[in-house]
């Protein structure tokens, strides 16, 4: 159970497994701290936030691959949201779904400015307060992509490798204090992720779920949830989790 004081930071709340999220911690009377670039999305989610028991809300519009907006926003936040106690770095996205030799380099860059650099940037602005506090927990959002590189998503499949190496070496940096760190790692999630790999491309991304059951975004934000309310002395390494249809991110289930 989470304490109705403890204020958790969704990155990339706005959609999918961040809104799940907010959802998931506001039914444990938690005070969210809610970022992303759509402004309305976000007020919508903190609504539904507060319908669910969340003790408080905050939205932040706010670019993660912007850095120095992220250290500016995360410097400037009212002194009653400056103590964080748990962040998710779940902003992120695909972009197209090509051979390397082929593909758009301007989606290349926006994967690998926004699942790693993004995640750093928010990262160094955070974990500086934790350390000081002596207490907090960081949640990556990585992938079954970031264990298993599958055709056409190279680029993806290598920011959510990163992922996996930077969420285990900030481990190691903070051995020694009360942070902890974990990655939870989901395969396939029903949510507008396909929609925005295929630039809004409805019937292409509907394909990608078609035939079997993938994971929702209530699944995940409810492992997310679990990770941060363990006792304080264990830390969940990481949760790698699929559908019953997905073995891992090379093989599937369709009727
Ligand atoms: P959605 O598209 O539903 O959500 C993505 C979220 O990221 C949105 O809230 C979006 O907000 C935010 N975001 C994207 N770019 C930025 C940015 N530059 N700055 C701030 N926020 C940003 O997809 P999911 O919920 O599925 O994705 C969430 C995470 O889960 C991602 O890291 C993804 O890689 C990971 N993941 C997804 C899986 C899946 O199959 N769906 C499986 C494994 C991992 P906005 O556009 O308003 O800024
Ligand atoms: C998202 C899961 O397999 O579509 O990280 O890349 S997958």
């Keep these: 159970m989470t304490q109705s004081n403890t204020i958790v930071f969704i990155t990339g709340a706005s959609s999918g497994i961040g809104a799940a999220t907010a959802h998931a911690f506001a039914s444990q009377g938690a005070r969210l701290l809610l970022a992303a670039r759509r402004m309305d999305k976000l007020v919508d989610v903190a609504e539904e936030a507060h319908r669910r028991g969340a003790s408080s ?71 500086p307060g934790m350390v000081e506090r002596n207490r907090g927990h960081v949640i990556n959002i990585g992938s079954t992509a970031g264990h298993l590189a599958y055709a056409n998503g190279a680029v993806y499949c290598g920011t959510k490798a990163a992922v996996h190496f930077i969420n285990d070496g900030l481990r190691d940096d903070l051995l020694g204090t009360n942070v902890r760190v974990t990655s939870v790692d989901p395969g396939m999630v029903e949510t507008d992720f396909s929609l925005v790999r295929f630039h809004g491309d409805s019937e292409r991304a509907e394909k990608v779920y078609k035939g079997l059951t993938p994971l929702t975004a209530e699944d995940v934000a409810d492992a997310i949830v679990w990770a941060a ?14 559908s019953i249809h997905q073995a891992n991110s090379l093989r599937f289930h369709r009727e």
């Design 229 to 242: 309310t363990r006792p304080a002395h264990v830390n969940i390494v990481r949760v790698q989790m699929t």
């Design 57 to 127: 809300v905050h939205c932040l519009q706010l670019d993660v691959r912007n850095a120095e907006a992220v250290a500016g926003e995360i410097a400037a936040l009212p002194a009653q949201w400056k103590e964080i106690d748990v962040l998710v770095n779940n902003a992120g996205l695909s972009r197209g779904l090509d051979k390397l030799h082929q593909g758009k380099l301007e989606d290349w860059e926006e994967m690998i400015d926004t699942n790693i650099k993004g995640l750093i940037y928010v990262t160094r602005a955070v974990v």
